[in-house]
């Protein structure tokens, strides 16, 4: 059964940078694809970045264009969201996903498969 575990969250001041990691457990982790969502109170699920299995492709939501980035390192079965410049808007409960796809990513969340237990994102102003 593969695992899929977020940290890496807290209480940031605004302006200032955060690193969150998604471990997936699972030998075949160069096999899934990874994708990051986040869900602030009251709205719904919204796809932020996703990164292909194998590392070439990678996507973002145009709303986080310039200041968010995904890498992954497939040695340690990890993903992980730069997220720079954070403001209000970027309070929320981040969430880590995982499908099979080696060359390809989607900011759907329909396309995923597996899921983590979400890390809380709380920027002060």
């Known amino acids: 059964q593969v695992q899929v575990k977020e940290s890496g969250g807290g209480l940031v001041q605004a302006g200032e940078s955060l690193r969150l990691a998604c471990e997936v457990s699972d030998l075949s982790f160069a096999e899934y694809a990874v994708g990051w969502f986040r869900q602030a109170p009251g709205r719904g699920r919204e796809g932020v970045a996703c990164?292909?299995?194998?590392?070439?492709?990678?996507s973002y939501a145009d709303s986080v264009k310039g200041r968010f980035a995904i890498s992954r390192d497939n040695a340690k079965n990890t993903v992980y969201l730069e997220i720079n410049s954070l403001n209000a808007e970027d309070t929320a409960t981040f969430y880590c996903a995982a499908y099979p796809m080696r060359n390809q990513c989607s900011t759907s969340p329909s396309q995923y498969t597996y899921w983590g237990q979400g890390t809380q994102v709380t920027v002060s102003s």
């Open positions: 990164i292909s299995g194998s590392g070439t492709y990678n």
